[in-house]
């Protein structure tokens, strides 16, 4: 209380910064902005989002308006602290004196009338959103810190003694190191034992490709074929050949053993249903390295996360082998090892306090950990290896404000650019904070500034240089930068982020004006970088793609309040708020630890539940669900048709696995053809390359002009009847597929079937 009585402006800037937030938000939704107008097909209206763009404006303006406020506050002369408390001081008149209607009305617009029109202009306007707004107003405004707790005299009594008790406890755990150094140890077991299965053993993958058979073990004993059973479950007899309605209404079969094989098969079927699980989203890496090993022509190389960084794993796997879909899986969950022992140390090193570093690394594994097991294992571009130098590059910043020498802020642009090179998208965010909060601390601190901006200057070149260079062909990317595909965020979401970056901007100006720390720029640097990873989520916004990245904000925050830990020393309530905060972290932790333990049980689970199999191939060595036999059959039979030449003409919904198991590469625009089907310009480019290249051979799906109606999930189905409208996506995802093929079918004459794919020779090269 004391301390918000002593920096009651820092509250009134708060208060206007939020103002003038929601103004450029309100503006920016006023504006009649364009919209480009695609025809998507419906197969891919699970992440088609027509408001994204205005998303998008509306946060980067916002961030913008943001920062110069407080950039002004900073630099500007202390006139405009004197006018902006005097703006934010009127207003809480207002709200105190209800005689000035005037001033009331003003106070209204500011503190509800306008965060509701803002939030209406997003399309979510309700009266929920109402109560909040007039609430987060009342909190802001109203002068809440003169009320204090009173208590009896024997009331304040037993309080004394039990804070003699917790000042024993703390004392003796506040002075012990190894307690803290144990409890690192343990929680960095706990993140290893994560991923010590997938890199010491085989990789467990599920069967995610819905027509590959497999075989549930129930309980009896019985080995039931998956395929033949959804059938059963899923129909009553009719026959209803369109896939964009429901095709039929489920049998009711509630017997034991329908319900003990949806409780074993609901977690494949899903991923199935989906067709994005860990094949689909690792093959955006296995895949452009196998190019590169393959000597793919660079400009048709598909590498999403960049070349550099698919150039770099080339060389790692040049030096070990082979790439193999499982070596993939070790090296890209290796680096969460190598990446935390680097940020526990470095956390360390900055704080120098074992108690803060160990807050600090476990509530970052509490993020991780809720991410769940699947979801751990399942994307390659939210490992640690796509940032990996983001804590280093702290850590210098932190360097250079300590030992007052340029080399270190050298360093700090050198593995800012070098983050480019690994990874361009996250990279650039990386090298721009660096430089910014780099240049601004040497100007702030009236330091040589010439050596900087000379060095600042010749990287953002090589940076932009390097971005250009090293972003591959990417035909989705267009689509991102158009704002129409990506999953939404409400209005209110993007209020929450905007109040957490004010509080952060807040924290920045009391410890710059009160010298409460000398060294800030690393402060700066993860006040923008994380300004900058915001953008990435709400550009596709994912709840658990904030997760893997919360460890960045909950260090951000660490460090805003390392400054103010003395606040903590001097209070009377110390060792109650510390046994506190002790309480509260363990048992977020603990209770993370539950979760993803739970979820990686569950995950397991599948392969006791499931006919398994060794895959011994040399480009996966793993254990599946998934009988290789299929797979290897595709295999023969593109390596047979295929001698002396690593590209393949593919149409097919395994185009992401099979060429890479046969040491192949897709020639077709898309190496996963069924995602990347959006609008009828992929269709048509697709089948232009086929019609204009005429390939001798052509690798098909076996069945790929099937009946698809089996496969739609009905929707009455107990545990998986959710799944419904996904289904018929995918199902409408594999028509395209079919189209394409029909584009040139009858140029072509089928010469060999497989069990997934088939061979198709052109007719006048027969």
Known sequence: MIFLRKNIELLYLFFIAIQVVLISQYCINSLPIALPHYFYFESVAI????????????YMFGVIVLGLFFMGIVIGESKLN?????????TLLALIDWKNKKLLLIALFLCIILPTLVFKSNGSFDGKLIIQTIGLGATLVFPFWNYFLRYKAEEIECIKKMGIKLQNYSNIILKKNYFYIMILVIAFLQLGYLFYDPIVNQPKIINEYLTIPEQTIMKNGQKVENNDYLKVISSNGHDNKEIVTDPFSAQKLHNSQTDEWLESNQFEIRWQVLSRFMIHHNSFMFIPISDFMLDKNIHTINAQYGLGGTWFFTKLFSLIGDVSFDNWLKVSYAFYYFYFG???????????????????????????NNRGYDFLLLPPGESPWRHFFDISIIYFLYLYGEKKKTIYYLFALGLGILSVALSPQVGLMICVATIVSGIFYTYYEKRP???????????????MGSFFFLSSANDLAQYYLDGVIGFPISSLQLFKIFVFFS???????????????????????????????????????????????????VLTVALLLFPF????TLSRWKHYIILALSLVIATVYIRSIVHVHKSKHDYEKIFDHHVTYQWTMDRAHILSTMNPVYFQNGVDLIQKYTQGDNGIYIVSEYDNFLPFLAHKYSLMPFFDLKWYLLTPK????????????????????TGIDRDLTPEIIDSDLPEIGYLHQESIWRAQRLRLLNDVFQGVANDYTLVEKGYLISVYQRKDLQ
């Open 47 to 58: 992440v088609f989002n027509d408001h994204k763009r205005v998303e998008l404006l509306s």
């Open 82 to 90: 004197l006018k902006a408390r005097r703006y934010a001081l009127s």
């Open 342 to 368: 680097l940020f526990v140390a470095i956390v360390f090193a900055i704080t120098r306090s074992l108690a803060w570093t160990t807050a600090i690394f476990l509530i970052s594994l509490t993020l991780i």
């Open 449 to 463: 500034l010439t050596l900087v901006l000379i060095a600042s200057f010749l990287a953002l070149i090589i940076t």
């Open 503 to 553: 509080v952060g901007y807040i924290l920045f100006l009391k410890i710059l004006r009160d010298r409460l720390l000398p060294n800030y720029g690393y402060l700066l640097f993860l006040i923008i970088y994380t300004q900058e990873l915001i953008l990435y989520i709400i550009w596709h916004y994912d709840s658990n793609g904030f997760k893997s990245r919360a460890f960045i904000y």
């Open 565 to 568: 830990r003395k606040l903590l």
């Open 682 to 701: 992929e269709l048509h480019k697709s089948i232009t390359i086929l019609q204009t290249k005429k390939p001798k051979y052509l690798f098909v799906d």
